[in-house]
């Protein structure tokens, strides 16, 4: 409907948080430029264009409130180009105090600790046709732990003789896809990425229903060495990407991003978010070295959050 704002539509919000540290630093432009497994997370087509035979990535993200997740991925490559991935990652939320009314001057009894968690589970299949271009799909299971939480199933108020009080649990889980396409034109380094995420089914919790928090993502960007400096594009590379966002409960978002590479060993990343209430600001570095046939990675991602604290991501990989 006109004039209508869509917010607070959608559940399992943990599903939209940034996962790769080298993404994050580079305005959270995860649908292109990731090569290694934690790629699946943005775009299950990223993984076609992994170097090597096998790849496995750490990211340990410290969030907003006190909260935090941490994933590890791992990618091995096939036959015929086609790239298997497994994935996990599991969100803290910390430790609450719950509460329910009680007939007291201060209103509530205290009911106990309780730790709400959250997890997501995936596999990929991803496979690059030609050498422009590539396909990806996710199949993933997130599931969520709400705690206990007190609820009468008898009685009318707190001064009822018939109160019948019980701990329930509250916990959901449920299936969903993300579906990834990525492709390089073959000029100045052009590519072009497209991703629908979180399809599923609505989820139903007592008497609320919600659908997981479903969106499409078109990203673009380009090798600006090309144009500035295509004979030392050996030595320097410097992408420039941006991603339009379109959820489901909100309007279009847009994020900037840029990576300049040293002899693609050393990177520096900067980005901007336009449309959030609170994010803005993204910066990054990043370190690729090699030890015998093995290729190491070290990533850190930085990112303003508002009022909030900001948002410190790492990520440490390897691949052969």
């Known amino acids: 409907m006109t004039g209508v704002e869509k917010k607070a539509q959608v559940g399992f919000r943990f599903l939209e948080n940034p996962v ?13 430029g990731l090569t290694g497994a934690d790629g699946v997370y943005a775009n299950p087509s990223a993984i076609a264009w992994m170097p090597g035979k096998a790849d496995v990535t750490l990211t340990k993200t410290v969030w907003i409130a006190d909260m935090g997740y941490s994933s590890i991925s791992a990618a091995l490559k096939g036959p015929l180009n086609m790239i298997v991935g497994m994935d ?12 329910r009314r009680a007939e007291n001057d201060d209103g ?5 600790v309780f730790s709400p968690s959250a997890w997501v589970a995936g596999i990929t299949l991803s496979q690059r046709v030609s050498d422009r271009f590539s396909y990806g799909l996710r199949i993933k299971y997130a599931y969520q732990d709400y705690g206990t939480a007190q609820v009468a199933t008898a009685g009318k108020n707190l001064s009822d003789t018939t109160l019948v009080i019980i701990d329930r649990d509250y916990n959901h889980g449920a299936p969903a896809i993300d579906i990834g396409t990525t492709y390089a034109f073959g000029f100045y380094g052009i590519r072009f990425g497209a991703v629908i995420q979180n399809f599923s089914q609505e989820i139903q919790i007592e ?8 969106r499409v993502c078109f990203s673009t960007d380009m090798d600006l060495m090309t144009l500035i400096a295509p004979d030392m594009m050996d030595v320097h590379t410097l ?4 991603e339009s966002l379109h959820p489901r409960d909100f309007k279009e978002r847009i994020k900037f991003g840029m990576e300049y590479a040293l002899h693609k060993s050393f990177f520096v990343r900067s980005g901007y978010l336009i449309n959030y209430d609170e994010r803005g600001l993204t910066a990054g570095i990043g370190i690729r070295t090699t030890l015998g046939k093995t290729h190491f990675v070290f990533d850190y991602g930085f990112q303003e ?3 909030f604290r900001n948002v410190h991501s790492f990520s440490a990989g390897f691949s052969f």
């Open 207 to 214: 008497r609320e229903k919600f659908p997981m928090p479903f």
């Open 305 to 307: 959050f508002g009022n």
């Open 20 to 32: 790769s540290a080298a993404a994050l630093g580079r305005g959270d432009n995860g649908v292109l």
């Open 88 to 99: 996990y990652m599991s969100m803290d939320y910390g430790d609450f105090y719950g509460t």
């Open 239 to 242: 992408r420039l990407g941006v």
């Open 108 to 112: 509530f009894v205290e009911t106990g």
